[in-house]
């Protein structure tokens, strides 16, 4: 978080060596490739709103082609791979390590959320939520170390984030109950005819629209607090330099930690509770309690 390149004049953010290191290689054919292709369309869809792609992203240059957060939220996905696989090991059911227990307990405190928040058909979506809580997790501790930055430190990156969770959620909605049923269930119960021309619409039109907000809430969430979080550490780490770079940041990086474990617990948790109101257990189960219960009486009044 505190090794940084020179830059980042008026309060901007410092670019990372390993950013100035990527785009001195490739910034070049990118910034080509932005100009001839990308700032054209931006340049068309602006001029509507009567502004400028400079305007909203930053003047082109080679050495922004690759944004700082891009390159640190691929990393973040490398190191995401990387530290299950290490933690992973050789698995062995006789002897676990300690790397192969700490993923397991990992495994089971995602999945007892799952069950908890959605059913125990829930387990389905196990992948994918735990896909957000690793790498959410990965992204929130990469700004505690040297030449990195969180990448969840950027708007861009945790509205991609929300806007993956929203598309996910809603895909599990129209894929288990249909197009037409998942917009029902926006319009809340039923209700009598006279009450639902009136309550109905009403209901439906404020469903709606917060859920189209779901990605912007869910983006903002985590982006205010991981960038006031990176914005704390870098100017308490300018209090008194040097002494301040390596002594007061190894006070505060506990309650770092702390912040970055919560938002990825309220990211995860939050997708969770959203699967769970598209997601409904398989009708089969329904019709199992009945019958056991039937069994189970037969049993005992003989």
């Known amino acids: 978080m505190f090794l940084f ?80 696989w290490i933690f992973k090991g050789k698995l062995s059911e006789d002897d676990p390590h300690h790397g192969q227990l700490t993923l397991e307990a990992g495994f089971l405190s995602i999945r007892d959320l799952l069950v908890n928040s959605i059913g125990e058909h829930g387990y389905k979506y196990f992948p994918v939520v735990a896909t957000f809580a690793v790498l959410v997790l990965i992204s929130n501790l990469m700004g505690l170390f040297p ?36 917009l029902k269930h926006f319009a809340g119960p039923q209700l009598p005819l006279l009450m639902a021309l009136i309550i109905t ?48 940041p190894v006070l505060i990086m506990p309650l770092a930690v702390f912040v970055a474990f919560v938002q990825t617990l309220v990211f995860t948790l939050l997708s969770m509770i959203y699967i769970s109101e598209v997601s409904h257990p398989p009708h089969d189960e329904h019709h199992e309690e009945p019958v056991k219960a039937t069994e189970e009486t037969a049993v005992t009044t003989a």
């Open 5 to 84: 390149a020179e830059g980042g004049a008026g309060g901007e953010h410092h670019t990372p060596l390993i950013v100035e290191f990527i785009n001195h290689y490739f910034g070049k054919p990118v910034h080509e490739f932005q100009l001839a292709f990308t700032r054209p369309i931006w340049d068309f869809l602006f001029s509507y709103i009567g502004t400028t792609p400079e305007a909203v992203f930053g003047e082109y240059t080679v050495e922004n082609a690759i944004p700082w957060y891009t390159i640190m939220f691929v990393i973040a996905c490398i190191l995401s791979i990387g530290v299950i």
């Open 147 to 182: 030449l990195f930055m969180s990448p969840t430190a950027h708007i861009n990156v945790t509205f991609a984030l929300g806007l993956t969770s929203f598309i996910y959620y809603n895909y599990v909605g129209i894929n288990e109950n249909g197009l037409i049923n998942h």
């Open 201 to 248: 619409p009403l209901i439906f039109t404020i469903e709606l629209i917060s859920n189209l907000i779901r990605p912007l809430t869910l983006a903002i969430r985590l982006f205010a607090n991981m960038f006031a979080d990176e914005q704390i550490a870098l100017q308490i780490s300018g209090l008194f330099a040097p002494f301040s770079q390596y002594f007061l």
